[in-house]
């Protein structure tokens, strides 16, 4: 091993110490029940809720993906940068009302509010399965994405499926101890080093490489015009009606996205997440440099076999070893904190709904008969509550484990799942999110609608028909699923029963 190998290597071992130290203590001298474990208590501030969902957001895709995209295509990663940012404009009038409902009924998660809105633990249960489905290869895409990093941090000394493992046992380590709060004050450490790397970055690289960004921008619009407009450069298609109907099926689908969720029911109120929902799209702006490096490295690279490591082959070719394992540092921790959350949000969704017998909503489950009965079935370090947070830590576990050997084993069929997450989690949208408002909307019709608009999605991918004439298929899929739901609900008398409770907070209901 060379020298500037050595040095990254150890610094990354230091990094991983410090990681796990920090992710498990955050839990010390806090209650054990599963709301402590799943949303923090609904305890966190402005910055932690920040912290923690920018952390969501900026992910290992930030660093590859990003970068690759722009030396692959140019301007359609611009999508990611429009729907994030419209996505938290949603996310101010969504964030409050999903904070409410969940507060006032003790819900965890969407599959807990969607057995709540209809009484019915079946549909829960299906939510949680159709999330979970859609979630995992997520997971594996970062711990795939974390092995590229700090392969590539170490020179190539440290083997892509020993940072696979890595990955893994750190985020298992701190998310089974301490839950969200151990994600959220990692994210800290990771947010910092992020910010640290990528200003570093947008200094040094158009310096380094080109005579600043005159002389880039003046390249660029000369030597590369493909790039800069639609449909960008060989992107197969992805046009500006690609770039629209993405963001705007993106937009809404972050909303109710399980780990968006977890973030929002974390929070000590609603005006935190209306906070939030301001100051979210300004950490937006550090995915332009991503962008660029990747433009660079189109004159500094311009033979790169894998467009994923532009931004890695331009910083081990520039930089000296601390500062190659700093920003290697940062990456890997972009895989981490968001890996950690998704386990958890899994965790969540089927330790409670699926096998621990749901929320008690449904009049037919035991719990509801306990409370019924005046047991203290499911209060915060009850037999019951104790029982489903070990289900929850199990579920976390295995999908995990599942996403590590898929890394392992089978790196490309899990991965290739997770081009339809965002289309898949969007036929959510109508059971978890539409139906707080749309009171009328009855199980069946929801249930309906969801099932087709996931076979339209999924034709439409086995065909090889997504973009759609430019449209994405996940938005074509969210329509068809309207229209059912719609036709289904109009077509039936309204049936009898409490209409579900008013979703919008008022002042005097919000913690001071």
Known sequence: MSGSAAIATTIFGLAMVATLLIGVLSARGRDKGMAEWSVSSRGLGVLFIWLLMAGETYTSFSFLGTAGWSYSYGVPILYLVAYLTTGFAVAYVVGPALWTYASRHRLLSIADMAEHRFRSRPVGILVAVTATVFIVPYVQVQIQGMGVVVNAMTYGNVDLHVAAVISFVVAEAFILVSGLRGSAWVSVLKDVLVIVAVVFLAVWVPLHYLDGYGDFMTRMVREKPEWLTFP?????????????????????????????????????????????????????????????????????????????????????DSLPAPLVAVIGVAGALSAIVPMSVFMLAIGTLCGRTLLGGGNGSDPRSRLHRARAAGEPEGEPGSTADVRIKRLSQLVCFLAGLVALLGSLFYPNTLVQLSVLSYEGLAQLVPLALLSLFWRRLSAVAGVAGMLVGLGVVLLLWWTDNDPWHGVNGGLLGLAANLLVAAAVTYARPPAPGPAPARQTPSPEQEPA
Do not use: C
């Open 232 to 316: 960008g450069h060989e992107s197969g298609g992805l046009n500006g009606t690609w770039f629209v109907s993405t963001l705007l099926l993106n937009a809404v689908t972050i909303s109710i996205f399980p780990t968006t969720v977890a973030g929002y029911l974390s929070a000590k109120s609603p005006n935190a997440l209306r906070r939030n929902a301001l100051l979210l799209p300004w950490y937006q702006l550090l995915l332009f440099i991503p962008m660029m490096v990747g433009a660079v490295a189109l004159f500094a690279l311009p033979t790169l076999g894998n467009p994923d490591l532009a931004l890695f082959r331009l910083v081990t």
